[in-house]
């Protein structure tokens, strides 16, 4: 099967611009999530969909990022505007569960975003 | 405060022996463990998930245990191979829903 699709893989922008990751999670997958990853730390989680609606999005910076789910399949994550401290990786995966539960959870290879 | 810790250095065996990474935690009362191999510029990829009532889990040569009294989890790769080289993350299902809370990582090198 297809893996969890994710793009750009690298992004390079100017400070106080705006950007936006695109996720594809792999086909039947209800959950859906997003992760930053910062140098030398383990991910940490933004936001997770349930089909599309948000579960959890207590550790998103709403004043400047937001992300969507529509229709349930395919995300977006936008970060607008960006400052220097969002230089990370942004990992999109995705999980079978659709009724909660922990299970694994299939990452994508991330978009690396360098602000400057 | 709520706190996962693995590692903080940087593990360095030979090959045919056994890795054993660590991870701590407090203040958490998880219901499952997982554990994740990090390639550099690649996602995740899951290896094992134990959950609180198992004390341990084997799948090839890996082996996941989890005391939740000392609220700790080991990792071990038994015949270790210069192909087992990565960063190791373990992670703590904290609500049962799938929400991961991640520990910083091990870097594991095997030397041949």
């Known amino acids: 099967e297809a893996g969890v699709a994710q793009s750009p893989r690298y992004k390079i922008i100017e400070k106080r611009q705006s950007v936006a990751f695109w996720c594809n999670p792999i086909?039947?997958?209800?959950?859906l999530y997003w992760y930053q990853q910062i140098l030398g730390q383990g991910p940490k989680l933004l936001i997770q969909?349930?089909?599309?609606?948000?579960?959890?999005d207590s550790q998103l910076p709403k004043d400047r990022f937001s992300a969507e789910r529509l229709k349930g399949v395919d995300s977006t994550l936008k970060i607008q505007p960006a400052k220097l401290e969002d230089s990370a990786v942004y990992l999109c995966?995705?999980?079978?569960?659709?009724?909660?539960?922990?299970?694994?959870?299939?990452f994508g290879p991330g978009t690396r975003l360098t602000v400057l | 405060s709520q706190k996962i810790e693995q590692n903080s250095e940087a593990l360095n065996i030979q090959e045919g022996k056994t890795a054993t990474l660590t991870c701590n935690y407090t203040?958490?009362?998880?219901?499952?463990l997982q554990w994740y191999r990090q390639d550099p510029g690649r996602g995740p990829v899951f290896l094992l998930l134990?959950?609180?009532?198992?004390k341990e889990k084997r799948k090839e040569r890996l082996k996941v245990t989890f005391d939740t009294t000392l609220k700790q989890s080991l990792f071990h790769i038994t015949a270790s191979q210069p192909a087992d080289s990565a960063t190791y993350l373990c992670?703590?299902?904290?609500?049962?829903?799938?929400?991961?809370?991640f520990g910083q990582g091990t870097e594991l090198s095997v030397k041949p």
């Open positions: 995966a995705s999980s079978l569960e659709r009724t909660g539960g922990s299970g694994e959870q299939f």
């Open positions: 086909s039947g997958h209800a959950t």
């Open positions: 969909f349930q089909n599309n609606g948000v579960v959890d």
């Open positions: 203040n958490y009362s998880p219901a499952y």
């Open positions: 134990i959950r609180e009532n198992e």
């Open positions: 992670a703590l299902d904290v609500n049962q829903g799938g929400k991961l809370i």
